[in-house]
């Protein structure tokens, strides 16, 4: 089993649709997690940053599931410009390596 | 804008060839990682350095890859001899890691093709 993984998609939404990914990780130990955007050929930009339950920031959601070892990215009234590749990143522990694991990335296409 | 900055952005080389990149990572950071992104792989750690000191390069294949830190604002990752199976895009990406806290900021990458 792979330390982090994610389904690849590729998830095709309508602009306008909530669409959520999941992301789940092997090491029960790990406290911290991230979410990065990656644009074709282009460097992952970070997204958001998953310490406790979970984190907000405009549309974009992330929960952690600490029981069931996955984090989610709920991304709410989609655009055009969500297209991108979406990286979660798991700091293998302990958390003073910074040290991510990196999952394969889920890809998103917006459609009109 | 802080920002990580890599040279070169793009590199095509012949196999056997010694290759260079070079990252300047954002001021203040005090940890510093390689990765190499390939469609099979993803993204992959090769190494990364705390306050210049080396702390993991298990990623790396020791044989041909090196990584160093001569000072705070270098950060070099040399593949000598290259061989095709090194094509990738390297990035380098920089953080101020402590305690939970382990953000990481991605420099624009070098894309390297050996033939």
């Known amino acids: 089993r792979k330390e982090v993984e994610q389904d690849p998609g590729p998830f095709n939404v309508p602009e306008g649709a909530t669409v959520a990914f999941n992301c789940t990780y092997s090491n029960s130990a790990s406290q911290s997690f991230f979410w990065y955007r990656q644009d074709c050929r282009k460097e992952p930009k970070l997204l958001m940053s998953?310490?406790?339950s979970g984190n907000e920031d405009g549309r974009f959601t992330a929960q952690l599931n600490r029981a069931s070892q996955y984090i989610s990215l709920l991304i709410r009234d989609s655009k055009l410009s969500d297209s991108a590749t979406y990286l979660c990143a798991v700091m293998r522990p302990p958390s003073n390596t910074g040290k991510l694991i990196f999952g394969q990335g889920t890809t998103l296409q917006v459609k009109p | 804008d802080a920002r990580v900055t890599q040279t070169p952005r793009h590199k095509v080389t012949e196999m056997g060839q010694e290759v260079t990149m070079r990252c300047q990572p954002i001021?203040?950071?005090?940890?510093v990682f390689w990765y190499r992104q390939t469609m099979m792989q993803g993204l992959e750690l090769l190494a990364y350095?705390?306050?210049?000191?080396?702390?993991?390069d298990s990623g790396m294949p020791k044989d041909r890859f090196s990584a160093e830190m001569p000072d705070a604002t270098l950060a070099t990752l040399k593949i000598q001899p290259s061989e095709p199976r090194d094509s990738a895009v390297y990035f380098c990406?920089?953080?101020?890691?402590?305690?939970?806290?382990?953000?990481?900021?991605f420099g624009p990458g070098t894309r390297l093709t050996v033939t």
């Open positions: 990406a920089s953080g101020l890691v402590g305690g939970l806290a382990g953000e990481q900021y």
């Open positions: 350095f705390r306050n210049r000191a080396p702390l993991d």
């Open positions: 998953v310490y406790s």
């Open positions: 001021l203040g950071h005090n940890t």
